[in-house]
């Protein structure tokens, strides 16, 4: 071939590749001023919706720029609503003629995050539903819908985002738990509303924030990293809370403890005289894991209100409760949940116990020491009384078959803790 011809063959292919090049760009920019992505994509607003503001393509095809971006999402079990701030998003543009949203990667400068889990009429009571995050566009409260039969055969949008990183997430609320603060995201997801959902492996670190349940301030200066992931499920086959059957992570935060209202029902528990500090440390796989837990109250006296009425909860009211060290360990698997060991110091009082709860059945020992005063009792459905010989009866009800174990006496078949 002679020179000429391969000069004007090189120029053809370089005049060939920008006007693709251009054509892409031209592309990008035209999905983004016309009313024809969102106009697919919100074809099922209660299902999905997408909204932007100020969209800017880049030199490189597929790239835009936003200043916000709004994901929300619902199905039978929950509701979601994500907003990015400042976000570059690459977008697989031939995807979208499939129904597709594919993004090989978004950067985001800042990130606010909620999500509730929708409701029986009966478990929407006022004080649950105040505690949960509004999210324009759904009703309040978050109810779940009768059940209908199954759809016909059809063709829904699929959301798939492969490297998501956000510089400061500034909020996160989940259902009754609300976090405020600084810190870092990265992670990914894949969704088919309605049908299918999946985490990659995702971390939030967090820097320094205020955590609250409800309208109590759990704990402030938290800091530490928090990791989780879910294979890809049916998100009609693990409605609610059945999620964490699956789910995969691990947990690693220190901060103060200002309240412990989360442990009663409906709210309203006690709140901790002059803060406390409390460490966790928690990992899981498939649902099944275990952790510690540590804390150090410098006045315990409020904790006396969670105690059922009986004799405990006398005897506790007599005790001087003052700078308490607390730790329990956390085992917990599908049905599962086991406290053991827990132990609680404070002075010359030593408190020691082991709870579980399996198959709908709780079971457990407590020991109380002060000094040359030892009472034991027997937890859920075995309440008993301990005052003579107490310590020998607590490490009785250690061996197979106590009621410190994970099979107590008189059950008919084995319950296994995860370890």
Known sequence: MKARSVRRLLLGLAAGGALAFVGLLGATALVLRSDWLLGQIDAEPDSLFVAFTSPRASCVPGRVRFATLTLRSRDSNVEWEAVLEDATVDVALFGLVRRTFHSTKVRAAA???????RLTRAEATPARAARYPPIAGF?????????????APRDPWRVAVDDLRV????????????WEGTGGLSGGFRLTPG???????SELAVESGTLHWGGDVVSRNASGR??????????????GNEVWKIMSGSASLDGTLEAVSFLSPEGGGPRLAGGGSARVRFSMADGRGGGTVGARLPDGRPLIALLPAGPPKWIAGLIDLQDVHA????????????????????GSLAV????????????GALLVRKGALAVGFGLGTAKSVHVLGAVDWFEAEGRPG??????????????????
């Open 111 to 117: 990130l606010t995050f909620r999500l509730r889990e």
């Open 139 to 151: 009703a309040d409260p978050p109810l779940r819908g009768p059940a209908e039969p199954p759809a």
């Open 167 to 178: 510089a400061l997430v500034r909020g996160i609320w989940i259902d009754a738990w609300r």
């Open 195 to 201: 049908i299918v959902a999946q985490v990659l492996r």
């Open 226 to 239: 928090v990791g989780a992931w879910l294979p890809r499920f049916d998100t009609q086959a693990f409605p």
């Open 327 to 346: 730790t329990a360990r956390l085992r917990i698997a599908p049905g599962v949940i086991a406290v053991s060991p827990a132990r609680l110091r404070a």
């Open 352 to 363: 020691h116990a082991d709870f579980r709860h399996a198959r709908g059945r709780d079971w």
């Open 402 to 419: 106590g009621l410190r174990t994970g099979q107590p006496r008189g059950s008919v078949e084995p319950v296994r803790v995860s370890r």
